[in-house]
């Protein structure tokens, strides 16, 4: 008897302990959005209902066990079955089911019009890193993360931002109706920021809808919830929302690179730029499969001292720019840009003793793409 | 309900049966297969219950193995012992094995054993089919296992095997998978048209259909959902198979497929799936609580009503696992209306169990205090799914350490707490002795803690925002995971004092008499204890019996 004595402290504690933990910032975000804010406020309702409907059941349950032992010389009843008894306890709850639905059905709809978006971003998952395209503005860039394997391995103190960080975040101005459309190039992934309350799958093949209208300026961190091989958990996502002036500022410095690239496209460019910019976007693209220093792993070939790769240099421009049909190695020409291209074949040409020489210029490629 | 008797000639068939049956059994004693033999070849339903519970406990600490590798990594953050590869191979292990090669197998097996018992029936319809469904077994998970030595690894791509990341990016072991999920399903539909067989047609002369148990009740409707759903899961592996090596494209956007109806499929099975783990857990529990609370089940036809409807619900529900697909919404809302709906009929339930349990004469017995716990974990498990099925909510909820923390709840203290619960309740019709009370008492106690301290963080990290099948994570998660972890090791090893329980009871203990359990009403108590090899071959009469249960 000690024991149930000692299990009904244990789970009313518990019970009593939950929500003061919920209390303490382990809870689901209140978030920065009007549906984030909705979200929290049906979760909660439909909690304090949990609770107090298992407060109610255990409280009949655990008296029964405490004061029907047989130890203390209960003897047993026999009724059973009271249909007044049954019908009550199917329809109560129905109405209480019905009472949460109503609210629920509202929020969902309101969460499933995206119409009168100020601005369109399609979000493309790839193993594994976001890719991200301004529809109304010519911009797009890929977001990987920027935490160090020197981390992961615990070789170097983590940082606050420990696997939540990327390169290029995704910017977004305040209180405007943000429509996201969300596709992915391979398997499936799901792109989720837990203060914005969106969470969407982006399916090969599909383009899904969803849509943010940020309240507050900050960063806001996320990852990509649904398994999508081996990298999974190293696929953040992260939101910088910024005031509409600033916001502005930003687009017109990336749209100002964004054409300086392009310009650059058909001047002759030296090695050691090529090299430079080709680091950054091994980095950022290529390393989460082939490796930092092109060593490969499992099923991703190793770069460093590939023969069939350095023998061949268009072999290799083939290989990156169209990708490897049915293997994980996709087609980047569709993603990344002339330079970009050029500089990463360049990169990986000469880095890691690779030593060829070889420059590939991103004339050469443009005139590929087109 | 009108009385309605099992026709009489498939008795007598049955008993004939027995008799030819019995003078091939005096054989089999003496000069029959012994040894290993004895065990490929048997039919008897007792022994082939007994080899389903022991290949289904062994799949648990196997399953149970890879989950503690997983813990192990969890940790803390960073990787520090295993791989991202091999990290969501034993994520993907770890589930397949405890969902197809643990619980199902042990709701077989307790059926084998227990459904002939309690029907007055001789042994199962189809004794020799039985032995051909439990030796599938131990192929198809032979088959499973080895893939982990295969090049490329296990399968890796999470239990529920979403295309494409499973077809086109699978590991080449995905088709070993593929067949051996295949046999495992020829396994389970065997198992269930035996089990539906046995229970219409051979209970003994004057057993309605409504005075069969409820553990008879509920598994012959969860054989029904298996022969339903256990199809719809072959036709969408092996459409994988096609799209793995015969160069179709049912599930590859790339060649005009569509990655979204795997999961229709899948869930479309999967979630009846769910069902099939949890109905035979509550036909355990309604058979211990009326027997230790010395008072019959409050509300019997209400129970057997409230099994039927989560049965036919579950069929509705399928799309509650993919709320975040991008459905219309039309879809979203029914679909979250019928979910929430599946609350009403499990409310029933407990409620009915609770009540069963007012002005009763309790007595707490190990068989017991796993029900009790059964009774309130489930219901907490209960409550986070009723969370889960509010849609909006669900955006936040789905696929982080929430929903984890959701199916453990119903699936460990719900489904294997049952199980253990129904191994201490019928050891002695097993063994002919007593589990020892209070080894049983240490291994519930730290099962208890063991659980919660494993699943109940995992709200909170979900919530939080820890996404679930990840090998690391970010640092305000790591206190979480650290307390799941080492609760994951006290329950995992708390697991050995178990096997030390069954050990110590099939040698020795105090010996049971037929009637183990005081308050026990149904017919495997009037069998002796330990239950002979052959039982009931001449049927019990029930005829002239006052019914039962109204
Ligand atoms: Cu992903
Ligand atoms: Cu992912």
Redesign the interface.
């Known amino acids: 008897m000690r024991m149930v004595l000692a299990w009904v402290t244990g789970m009313g504690a518990a019970f009593l302990l939950a929500p003061a933990v919920y209390a303490n910032g382990w809870n689901m975000p209140v978030g920065v959005t009007e549906i984030s804010q909705d979200i929290y406020s049906l979760h909660m309702a439909i909690f304090w209902i949990c609770v107090v409907i298992g407060v109610v059941v255990f409280a009949v349950m655990f008296y029964s066990l405490f004061r029907y032992r047989r130890s203390q010389g209960a003897k047993a009843d026999n009724f059973h079955e009271n249909t007044t008894v049954e019908v009550l306890w199917t329809t109560i709850p129905l109405l209480i089911l019905v009472g949460m639905a109503l609210p629920a059905t509202a929020t969902l709809q309101k969460m499933y019009d995206p119409s009168g978006a100020d601005l369109d971003v399609m979000v493309t998952g790839q193993q594994w890193r976001w890719h991200y395209e301004y529809l109304d503005e010519d911009i797009s860039f890929t977001s990987s993360m920027s935490t160090p394997g020197t981390q992961i391995r615990g070789e170097e103190e983590r940082a606050d931002e420990y696997l939540l960080d990327v390169d290029n975040p995704l910017v977004l101005p305040v209180d405007q109706k943000v429509r996201f459309l969300l596709t992915s190039d391979d398997v499936i992934h799901s792109w989720w920021v837990p203060d914005l309350a969106v969470k969407q799958d982006a399916i090969p093949g599909f383009v899904n809808e969803n849509w943010v209208r940020i309240e507050e300026p900050g960063i806001y961190r996320g990852q990509c919830t649904e398994l999508c091989g081996k990298d999974h958990a190293f696929m953040p996502v992260v939101v910088h929302a910024m005031e509409q002036d600033d916001y502005e500022e930003w687009l017109a410095d990336r749209k100002e690179e964004a054409e300086a690239e392009a310009n650059s496209v058909d001047r002759e460019w030296e090695m050691d730029e090529l090299m430079e910019r080709g680091e950054q976007v091994y980095g950022s693209v290529c390393a989460t499969c082939h490796q930092d220093d092109g060593s490969g792993s499992g099923e991703f070939p190793a770069l460093a001292g590939n023969e069939e790769m350095l023998d061949d240099v268009d072999w290799h421009i083939d290989a990156v720019v169209n990708g490897v049909s049915g293997t994980p190695m996709a087609a980047f020409g569709g993603n990344l840009n002339a330079v970009e291209l050029a500089s990463v074949i360049t990169y990986e040409r000469n880095a890691w003793d690779n030593d060829t020489g070889d420059v590939v210029q991103p004339s050469e490629i443009q005139e590929l793409l087109e | 309900m009108a009385p309605k008797l099992p026709p009489q000639h498939t008795l007598e068939q049955s008993s004939a049966t027995t008799t030819a049956g019995q003078a091939q059994e005096h054989d089999h004693h003496h000069g029959g297969p012994t040894g290993i033999k004895r065990w490929l070849l048997t039919t008897n339903h007792k022994e082939i219950g007994t080899l389903y519970l022991l290949f289904s406990l062994s799949m648990f600490f196997i399953g149970g193995i890879f989950a503690l590798v997983v813990r192990a990594e969890l940790f803390q ?4 012992l295993v ?3 091999f990290f ?1 191979q034993m994520t993907t292990m770890h589930g397949l094995i405890m969902v197809f090669g643990a619980v199902m197998p042990a709701f077989v097996g307790l059926a084998n054993w227990m459904i002939p018992l309690q029907v007055g029936a001789p042994d199962m319809a189809l004794p020799r089919l039985n032995n051909f469904s439990f030796w599938l077994l131990p192929v198809a998970f032979g088959l499973l296992l080895s893939t982990l030595f295969m090049p ?1 690894g296990a399968p ?3 239990w529920t095997f ?1 295309a ?2 499973s077809t ?2 699978g590991p080449p072991s995905t088709t070993f998978f593929i067949f051996s999920l295949h046999i495992a399903g020829i396994s389970s539909i065997l198992g269930a048209i035996n089990i539906i067989a046995t229970i219409l047609n051979m209970r003994a002369p004057g057993m309605r259909m409504m005075d069969m148990p409820l553990f008879v009740w509920t598994w012959l409707i969860t054989a029904f959902l298996l022969i339903a759903v256990m199809p719809v899961l072959a036709g969408v592996i092996t459409m994988m198979l096609m799209d793995i090596n015969f160069g179709t494209s049912f599930f590859d ?2 060649g005009g ?4 109806l795997f999961q229709h499929l899948f869930w479309f099975f999967g979630h009846p799936e769910v069902y099939i783990m949890i109905l035979p857990a509550f036909g355990i529990v309604s058979a211990i609580v009326p027997a230790f ?10 129970m057997v009503y409230a099994t039927a409807s989560i049965a036919i619900l579950s069929f509705l529900v399928w799309v509650h696992h993919m709320f ?3 459905l219309p ?1 039309a879809a ?2 029914f679909f ?2 019928t979910t ?2 599946i ?2 009929p499990t ?2 339930k ?2 009915n169990w ?11 017995e190990t068989p017991m ?1 796993f029900a ?1 716990a059964f ?2 974990m489930f ?2 498990g209960g ?1 986070s799914g ?2 889960l099925a ?4 669900d ?2 909820y ?3 350490y929430f929903v984890v923390a959701h199916f453990h709840y119903v699936l460990v203290p719900g489904a294997v707490f049952a199980i253990i619960a129904g191994a201490y309740y019928w050891l002695p019709k097993w063994t002919g002795h007593y589990p020892d009370e209070r080894l049983g ?1 240490w291994h519930f ?1 730290l099962s ?1 803690i063991g659980v ?1 301290l494993t699943f ?1 963080p995992m709200h ?1 990290s979900g ?3 820890m ?9 305000q998660f790591a206190d ?1 995971n650290m307390v799941s972890s080492i609760g994951g090791f006290i329950f995992g090893v708390s697991q050995l004092l178990f096997i030390a329980v069954l050990i110590k009871c099939v040698r020795g203990g105090e010996k049971a008499p037929a009637k183990a359990w005081d ?1 026990a009403e149904d017919l495997e108590w009037t069998v002796p204890s330990p239950a002979p090899l052959h039982t009931f071959e001449t049927p019990p009469d029930l005829t002239s019996q006052a019914p039962q249960r109204h």
Not at chain 2, 293 to 302: D, E, N, Q, V
């Open positions: 953050p960073g990787l520090q791989e991202p590869e969501n490329g890796n791509f999470g979403y494409p990341l086109d990016y956007a790339g497929g569509d990655p979204v609370a010395r008072k019959p089940l409050f509300g019997y036809a209400s975040v697909v991008g919404l979203e809302l979250m209306y929430m709906l609350a009403v409310g029933v407990v409620f609770v009540t069963t349990l007012f002005r009763g004469s309790i007595t707490f205090l009790l009774i309130v219901t907490i409550f009723l969370m509010i849609v909006p909510a955006f936040q789905h696929d982080t008492r106690w208890v919660n109940f909170f919530l939080a925002g996404p679930r099948r990840i090998p690391d994570y970010a640092l979480f308050g």
